[in-house]
């Protein structure tokens, strides 16, 4: 086919050259035919080059194509004849237009002449196109044929389920056959197996893939638990740093620790009665309490000895900060107990029950503590609270009936579990309502019974179960009013109420004397036999390795120098101190007190007792370890 087409064109090359030959006379118009010769000749032996190289690629596709059916091939043959057709306008639009030169070369004119070259000029342009169409036939051709390909593939599965579909219904169909009939059955069974096997194989790869998200789940799930647990074990350091520190703080302050707190005066004469020697203060080194009181001939300036005083400007908050380790103390193990001493109107219940008292900030601290720890340990936190009264002992938990307080003996009071903060604080206030009305019932004020609040808390590792449970507590001790009561000082009366009068400040003065050798004895380490029912109810806070706080309040009044004192003496006594405090100096009596004086100021560390006293101001030196720490 393609040959045929190659001689089509070599004829036509033939029949411009005769042509031309015929014409060799004809002047004027035999150059013109020999560049058109010149042009159309090696334009058409190099199209036709192009052409058969073309074809032979066409039809070496359709040979090599296995898959080629009948179709594809008159799909082919089409094309090409096509193309053909193409070229066989062309030759005759070439061989007419030939013609139309030799006629024309006869009666000749210059314009027609380049009409006509113009037209020979378009037909080639149409050749090319022609071309053209043929290399994009030729693109689609192979596009084709790779459709046409995966077309053929699609088309023998769909042939061969169709055969088989066949074959299955042929093999149903035919009656007579029972070996048919088996392998009809055996197919069936066969494609039952088939799609089973199949179904196997997607539910095995489903399971496979389910797993593998499982494993990445677990794998995730305890990537996360180790990084939480790392976090974890961080903040445990960090906690067991910090309760170290707090641990060595507390050490170095001592076991036994003596603050005392002013409440803030309104009468100014009265506060320079009291005033704090060395401004700058720190555990290190002891704070010098300077008292100023007349007696009967005369001025004089005592010197008593504390860790820290804490002035009227100062807050439950600041004298928290100071004893604030005792909580952590107490979480790790260690009885921690408060005493709070001073007469009656000095501050104690405010420092310890007032809103931001030091009872409420202990329990909010010991929450924390837990919530801080909770992944590793489990705390348990108990109340107790207790009055006692004429050495005999009421509960406050308990409510009878008839609105009395409840006595109980001695080891024998009611406990029960704290178990949120608020909670806490909502027992605290019913307890502190139970004291008040008690108090009334009993005839008794609040400033003449010890009341003592104890939390125990017991802590227990959640990550090893054999592990020893932790039992700590914090207990605070509300002690009766220091004033001095007796036949002599406090007649409160007469006949039975000053009988009773006198066996208060006889039972006060005996529990807190036995207290005080109770204290004492931690630091002289002699055997201690408790005889009041205090000493004896609080035995755990006086036992070895436990930790002591007393905060001595004192209340700047004209006229409560007596129950400062003895507030002071007492504090001193039961740290092993000189009770009576040092004497500093003798002074006349003051005519009055001068203005400038009177009006002195509240600030922490002034000292307007020192700028009058001839001995200068100097600052003690820190307690021997051996004196106050075990
Ligand atoms: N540091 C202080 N700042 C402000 N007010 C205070 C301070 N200390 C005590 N007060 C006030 O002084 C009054 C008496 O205080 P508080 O009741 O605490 O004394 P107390 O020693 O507990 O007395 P009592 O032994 O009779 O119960 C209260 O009104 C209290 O608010």
Redesign the pocket.
């Known amino acids: 086919m393609s040959d045929d087409v190659v001689t089509r064109l070599k004829n036509l090359e033939a029949l411009v050259l005769s042509l031309k030959e015929d014409r060799a006379g004809c002047a004027g118009q035999q150059s013109a035919l020999d560049s058109l010769s010149k042009t159309l000749s090696p334009l058409m032996s190099k199209h036709a080059k192009d052409i058969k190289h073309y074809f032979t690629l066409m039809l070496d596709a359709v040979s090599k194509s296995e898959n080629a059916d009948e179709g594809l091939e008159v799909q082919v043959s089409l094309i090409l004849s096509q193309i053909e057709s193409e070229f066989r306008n062309l030759a005759q639009n070439v061989a007419s237009m030939v013609q139309t030169v030799d006629t024309q070369c006869r009666e000749s004119t210059q314009h027609e002449f380049q009409e006509q070259v113009k037209l020979l000029k378009q037909n080639n342009a149409e050749f090319v196109s022609a071309l053209d169409k043929f290399a994009s036939a030729q693109d689609k051709f192979e596009k084709d044929q790779f459709e046409k390909d995966v077309e053929l593939i699609s088309q023998s599965n769909e042939i061969a389920r169709l055969k088989s579909a066949l074959y299955l219904a042929q093999s149903q169909k035919s009656p007579e056959k029972g070996a048919d009939d088996a392998n009809s059955t055996e197919n069936v069974e066969y494609f039952k197996q088939q799609l089973e096997s199949q179904k196997a194989e997607i539910d095995s790869q489903k399971a496979e893939l389910e797993s593998q998200k499982e494993s990445q789940k677990a794998e995730l799930e305890s990537q996360k638990a180790e990084l939480v647990s790392r976090h974890q074990e961080k903040i445990g350091l960090f906690t067991a740093k910090y309760r170290a520190l707090f641990e060595e703080l507390a050490t170095a302050k001592g076991n036994i620790r003596v603050v005392c707190r002013i409440?803030?005066a309104k009468d100014a004469s009265a506060a320079e009665m009291i005033k704090l020697e060395n401004p700058e203060q720190n555990f290190l080194v002891w704070t010098t309490l300077r008292t100023s009181y007349q007696n009967d001939k005369s001025r004089e300036a005592r010197d008593f000895e504390f860790q820290r005083v804490f002035g009227?400007d100062e807050t439950n908050h600041d004298v928290f900060g100071e004893v604030r380790d005792f909580a952590i103390s107490a979480a790790s193990g260690r009885v921690c107990t408060i005493f709070a001493y001073?007469a009656?109107?000095?501050?104690?219940?405010?420092t310890f029950t007032h809103k931001d008292g030091l009872i409420q900030s202990y329990i909010q601290l010991l929450f924390e503590l837990s919530e801080e720890e909770r992944a590793h340990y489990e705390y348990e936190f108990r109340i107790s609270a207790v009055e006692i009264y004429l050495n005999r002992l009421f509960d406050l938990l308990q409510t009878p009936a008839n609105n009395a307080k409840a006595e109980i003996r001695l080891n024998a009071e009611s406990t029960t579990n704290l178990d949120s903060r608020e909670a806490a604080i909502g027992l605290l206030e019913r307890i502190l309502e139970r004291r008040e009305v008690a108090s009334t019932v009993q005839n008794a004020?609040?400033?003449r019974s010890h009341f003592i609040l104890t939390i125990k808390i017991t802590k227990r590792s959640l990550t090893n179960p054999n592990e020893t449970p932790i039992k700590g507590q914090v207990r605070f001790l509300d002690l009766a009013?220091s004033e001095r009561v007796g036949k002599n000082s406090l007649t409160g009366g007469s006949g039975p109420q000053q009988s009773l009068v006198y066996d208060q400040g006889n039972d006060i003065n005996q529990s807190l004397l036995d207290l005080g050798k109770g204290i004492r004895s931690l630091v002289t380490k002699d055997n201690f036999v408790p005889s009041h029912n205090l000493t004896r109810y609080i035995r755990s806070s006086l036992s070895h390795g436990s930790r002591l706080l007393i905060v001595a309040?004192v209340s700047p009044l004209a006229g409560n120098q007596n129950n400062t004192l003895n507030t002071l003496r007492w504090s001193q006594d039961a740290i092993g101190r000189p009770s009576q405090g040092k004497l500093v100096t003798q002074t006349r009596a003051p005519e009055s007190v001068s203005p400038s004086t009177a009006g002195g100021s509240r600030q922490r560390g002034t000292s307007a007792v020192s700028s009058k006293t001839s001995t200068p101001s100097k600052k003690s030196a820190p307690p021997s370890p051996s004196n106050f720490k075990r």
């Open positions: 409440r803030p009227g001073g009656s109107g000095t501050g104690k219940s405010y004020t609040s400033s009013g309040t």
